[in-house]
C-alpha cells in the first residue's frame, strides 16, 4: 500500500506556471504508474496525464499536450506535474494516484493523495 501527498498547487495567472509534486510512501512507490487527475466543480474527476513505473509510456489528454508535462523520480519517490501556458478551464484540484494497472480510467487507480487546488484566474 502506497500514501500520496500532493503540493504545489495554488493562485496563478493565465499563462502563467506551476509544479505539481507527489510524495509517495510506503509501498513500492517504483512498482506502481502514476497518474494525474482533476476534477473542477461540478464535474466528474477525468484523467490529465500517466506515466509508466519506468517513467517511460507518457501519455496526456489532448487539452494539456503540449503544456504539461509529466515526470517521476523513483529514487525520492516522487512524481511531477509541470504545468505550463495555464488557462482558466485548467482550474480544478488536482490528484496524484497510484496504480498497477497502466491506464487512464481512474477507477482502477486504488490509491490517491488528497488534491491540490489550482486555481488560474484571467
Known amino acids: 500500500q502506497v500514501q500520496l501527498v500532493e503540493s504545489g498547487g495554488g493562485l496563478v495567472q493565465t499563462g502563467g506556471s506551476l509544479r505539481l509534486s507527489c510524495a509517495a510512501s510506503g509501498g513500492t512507490f517504483s512498482t506502481y504508474h502514476m497518474g494525474w487527475f482533476r476534477q473542477a466543480p461540478g464535474k466528474e474527476r477525468e484523467f490529465v496525464a500517466r506515466?509508466?513505473?519506468?517513467?517511460?509510456?507518457?501519455d496526456y489528454t489532448d487539452s494539456v499536450k503540449g503544456r504539461f508535462t509529466i515526470s517521476r523520480d523513483n529514487a525520492k519517490k516522487m512524481a511531477y506535474l509541470q504545468m505550463n501556458s495555464l488557462r482558466t478551464e485548467d482550474t480544478a484540484v488536482y490528484y496524484c494516484?497510484?496504480?498497477?494497472?497502466?491506464?487512464?480510467?481512474?477507477?482502477?487507480?486504488?490509491?490517491w493523495g488528497q488534491g491540490t487546488q489550482v486555481t488560474v484566474s484571467s
Open positions: 494516484a497510484a496504480a498497477r494497472a497502466l491506464t487512464v480510467d481512474p477507477t482502477l487507480y486504488p490509491y
Open positions: 506515466v509508466m513505473w519506468t517513467g517511460g509510456s507518457i
